[in-house]
């Protein structure tokens, strides 16, 4: 079992950045951030493998968001630049143990509550 926790949503100006963080209390082969705007579904931002550090990035925030990972304190982070008002939404935490479809929601078996991100126009 895994208990992920987010922390440094909050509310920037469009071309902002913002940090996200994520503490986890437990190991996890792979970690990553999801997003939820009201009405639409969760989509897939970023993820990253805790052996390989080999990360992926949804194409719409490739150059401007960048994952990390810090294995000894068991925290992953999200620095996101330029963001942009369309990109208002509830940001998760998530984690699995295989790393196969990465993309992918339904196979993460860990989230975390979520924090909001808004970006004003």
């Known amino acids: 079992q895994v208990q992920l926790v987010e922390s440094g949503g909050g509310l920037v100006q469009a071309g902002g950045s913002l940090r996200l963080s994520c503490t986890a209390s437990?190991?996890?082969?792979?970690m990553g951030w999801f997003r939820q705007a009201p009405g639409k579904e969760r989509e897939f931002v970023a993820a990253?493998?805790?052996?390989?550090?080999?990360?992926y990035y949804a194409d719409s925030v490739k150059g401007r968001f960048t994952i990390s990972r810090d294995n000894a304190k068991n925290t992953l982070s999200l620095q996101m630049n330029s963001l942009r008002p369309e990109e208002t939404a509830v940001y998760y935490c998530?984690?699995?143990?295989?790393?196969?479809?990465?993309?992918?929601?339904?196979?993460?078996?860990?989230w975390g509550q979520g924090t909001q991100v808004t970006v004003s126009s």
């Open positions: 437990g190991r996890a082969n792979v």
């Open positions: 998530a984690a699995r143990d295989t790393d196969v479809l990465i993309r992918d929601a339904g196979r993460y078996a860990y």
């Open positions: 990253i493998i805790r052996i390989s550090d080999i990360t």
